[in-house]
């Protein structure tokens, strides 16, 4: 049985540990230069990436499957939100001095288009594999 102390220390603790999550999630984003929701998206996905790779690792210690590439690409889209971000910080002071009410196309960086995402991530798979097989070949 567990008595109301404890449930009140175990609250404390976990309302410390958010708290301290926040502010590091706070300071990570303002480190890079993105909003927060931005930041707690990437850092989501970074842990569930680690996550996903540690299990693998975890129950299948003997197997000769390499996944550090896919490990590696997984971490790569996990900045997709932050490069989103910065390829339209980048042409967006072209439109400060408009006053017009018309609708303007905005034009996004090379580094957040989707071709350009698409080839950095199947390079990082395809190039890893392709390292990894002249390592072992060593």
Do not use: C, H
């Not at 698409?118 to 070949?137: H, N, P, Q, S």
């Amino acid at each position: 049985m567990s008595s109301r102390s404890d449930d009140d220390a175990l609250f404390f603790i976990l309302v410390v540990f958010a708290i301290g999550l926040g502010f590091l999630t706070y300071k990570f984003s303002n480190l890079i230069g993105v909003d927060w929701e931005t930041g707690l998206e990437m850092i989501g996905k970074m842990t569930l990436v680690l996550v996903v790779w540690g299990v693998w690792k975890k129950f299948n210690p003997y197997s000769d499957t390499t996944l550090w590439p896919v490990a590696l690409a997984g971490l790569f889209w996990a900045w997709f939100p932050a490069l989103d971000v910065w390829a339209y910080q980048e042409n967006s002071f072209s439109s400060l001095g408009s006053y017009s009410y018309q609708k303007t196309a905005v034009e996004i960086a090379w580094f957040g288009q989707w071709y350009s995402k698409a080839l950095i991530l199947l390079t990082t798979i395809f190039g890893g594999y392709f390292i990894d097989g002249k390592v072992r070949e060593i």
